[in-house]
């Protein structure tokens, strides 16, 4: 891809090592760089980046693909070093020790950048070359090594290595970058049909070029019907049959086969092996396998070929490699909408039901599921209720549980933007429950520290979407503050909501309200 948008924190990174090795007496601690995510995410466009950086530097650089097989991979960094007109003597005739031999020559210059494509491709015996290449040109510290793989590669059995490696995946665009993105690919889109981009692609830049360029090619409009299925179907062969399933040489039946494994579980956001059972069975049980148990060979089956399938330990379940997973999901959702909502109402009572048998932090990460896969098949009313009714349970949960949920949620936006305009349902009832702790924390806290969580019980008074009258809602609870608390506190109190930008920010004029704490007769 030609456009670069929205990698400056990966490159500032880079830079950073960049400069550190330029000076002679300083250490690079952590000398090797490794680029991981799905394909299609910008990788090689990074490495392509970083390339450009080093000639600009006039720092010497090497590029190889790890796809290529041994003696290529070999021959290249050999032909490359040779045009740094570097002189070395071979100790042999094998092209993979001769190009070692090279890269020392090379570093005995002065530093030097060492660019690894591919390296998910590698297979064992060449990714174990590659680690006892890197043991040995690390140790003189003028090595920086920048690697890019699909998955990240942790170099387990080389610590050495392990120890020193820095992994930083890339992740899809977010809005602004992705409509700079768009912008660079094609200026002539709207604005509406560029919202709708973004929305299909969540900012996956395969997806958002393929997206942009069968619009502009076939004149296809996403806000009519007929042009969507048409849209997807181009979309789904370039970025799924192309990409995902490009490995696979068997027949249609095994095409087949993986699309629904795929389309199936980019439903959940994550689940384990009785999960993926349930589902087979319900909803393509012409793939049901013979036991219980079979089932455990099902992710390694699927991700032989596809290589999208991950498994999170601190969630103990298995996802679909996000930019993958909205593909499959906004697919369904378009071409078998009643299919969508069946399995998603399938999912939330599962998550339902599972909540009721296990309890703390995985009760809580159920309830959240099915709060999401509740919002993808109800609406209006119903929905409201459930999510009252979700958070009101979670609420009830040992507060070192309700933290959990608390911070997960605050930081997932896709529960968040498909609960809609329910989001302030869960949101109020959260902030409320989080004014209510730190208001009785203050009650049981040393002066210092009650100062601190009355500031906090006061900005999550402010941050609840449900107050409409906020200027009388302040009134209320500075009268209660202030018959609570000595006329020191409140001052001090005082003070610091006026240097707190949260509460400035939701407050606007309204803040004046809060001299009250100093004269409340002023009320």
Not at 474 to 490: G, R, Y
């Amino acid at each position: 891809m030609q456009h670069f948008v929205n990698r400056e924190e990966e490159l500032r990174f880079v830079e950073e090592k960049f400069n550190i090795l330029l000076e002679k007496n300083d250490l690079i601690r952590i000398p090797i760089i490794e680029f991981h995510g799905v394909g299609g995410i910008g990788k090689t466009t990074m490495l392509k980046k970083i390339e450009k950086r080093c000639h600009d530097m006039h720092l010497p650089s090497v590029w190889a693909d790890a796809s290529q097989g041994i003696l290529n991979f070999s021959r290249d960094i050999i032909q490359q070093i040779q045009q740094y007109n570097v002189q070395f003597t071979p100790k042999s005739e094998d092209l993979p020790e001769q190009s070692v031999y090279a890269a020392r020559a090379l570093l005995s210059q002065g530093p030097m950048v060492f660019l690894v494509d591919s390296l998910d491709a590698a297979n064992e015996e060449q990714l174990i070359w590659i680690e006892n290449m890197l043991r040995e040109l690390i140790g003189d510290n003028k090595l920086l090594a920048i690697l890019a793989s699909k998955r990240f590669i942790p170099f387990e059995n080389a610590m050495s290595i392990a120890r020193r490696l820095a992994p930083s995946p890339l992740r899809p665009f977010d809005r602004d970058s992705c409509m700079s993105f768009i912008n660079g690919l094609e200026q002539g889109i709207e604005p509406g049909i560029r919202n709708i981009v973004f929305e299909w692609t969540h900012g996956y830049p395969l997806a958002v070029n393929a997206m942009v360029q069968a619009i502009r090619s076939n004149k296809l409009d996403p806000r009519k019907k007929q042009d969507q299925r048409q849209l997807l179907a181009i979309m789904s062969e370039q970025v799924i049959n192309r990409g995902v399933f490009s490995s696979i040489v068997q027949t249609q039946d095994d095409l087949k086969w993986y699309q629904t494994m795929l389309s199936l579980f980019s439903i959940p956001r994550r689940f384990n092996l009785s999960i993926m059972q349930k589902m087979i069975e319900k909803f393509a049980p012409q793939y049901k396998l013979g036991s219980s148990l079979a089932y455990i060979t099902l992710p390694g089956r699927i991700n032989q070929i596809t290589d999208v399938l991950n498994w999170n330990p601190a969630k103990a379940g298995f996802s679909v490699e996000a930019p993958i997973r909205h593909m499959f999901l906004m697919k369904l959702k378009i071409e078998e909408p009643d299919t969508y909502v069946m399995i998603h109402s399938f999912l939330a009572m599962t998550s339902r039901r599972l909540a009721d048998e296990v309890s703390g932090g995985d009760r809580v990460r159920y309830l959240q599921e099915y709060l999401y896969h509740s919002a993808s098949c109800e609406e209006g009313t119903v929905l409201k209720q459930i999510a009252e009714k979700t958070v009101q349970r979670i609420i009830a949960e040992p507060l070192e549980y309700f933290s959990l949920f608390h911070e997960d949620y605050m930081s997932d936006v896709e529960l968040q933007t498909t609960l809609g305009i329910h989001n302030n349902t869960v949101l109020s009832l959260t902030y409320r429950h989080m004014a209510m702790i730190n208001k009785q924390i203050a009650s049981e806290s040393t002066e210092i520290e009650r100062i601190f969580y009355l500031q906090e019980f006061f900005c999550y008074i402010t941050l609840d979407p449900a107050i409409t009258d906020l200027r009388l809602h302040l009134s209320d609870t500075i009268q209660q503050v202030v018959k609570e608390h000595s006329a020191v506190i409140c001052a001090k109190l005082y003070a610091e909501l006026l240097r707190d930008t949260r509460i400035k920010e939701r407050c606007g004029e309204d803040i004046a309200v809060l001299s009250s704490l100093l004269n409340p007769s002023s009320q």
